[in-house]
């Protein structure tokens, strides 16, 4: 069983930037597809990117050009770079891998922008 971690949400202000991680632990070794959703107060989880275990990215068309997903196998960790945050980026960031075929989810890190 895959058990996903993040770390590296926070505060912070419009403009900055965050990296977000998400670390598997657990039976990793069917460990396929990694990457990021977001639910924004009031609106429903979104996909925001996903990188494949042969290293391959996928954004979201609304996330591309702002954002940057990339990947450690050695370590099973997913990482989402997101630059010149606005306001509208306040959400709970969740991490979402795929063990085989079963989604697994993290509990979700917190970012907030202030204006």
């Known amino acids: 069983q895959v058990r996903l971690v993040e770390s590296g949400g926070g505060l912070v202000q419009a403009g900055e930037s965050l990296r977000l991680t998400c670390e598997a632990s657990?039976?990793?070794?069917?460990?396929?597809?990694m990457g990021w959703f977001r639910q924004a107060p009031g609106k429903e989880r979104e996909r925001v990117a996903h990188?494949?275990?042969?290293?391959?990215?996928d954004i979201a068309d609304s996330f591309k050009g702002r954002v940057a997903i990339s990947r450690d196998d050695n370590k099973n960790i997913v990482y989402l770079q997101m630059n010149s945050l606005k306001p509208e980026n306040t959400a709970v960031y969740y991490c979402?891998?795929?063990?085989?075929?079963?989604?697994?989810w993290g509990r979700g890190t917190q970012v907030t922008v202030s204006s």
């Open positions: 657990g039976t990793t070794s069917r460990l396929n597809a």
């Open positions: 979402n891998a795929k063990d085989g075929s079963i989604p697994v």
């Open positions: 990188m494949s275990a042969g290293g391959t990215s």
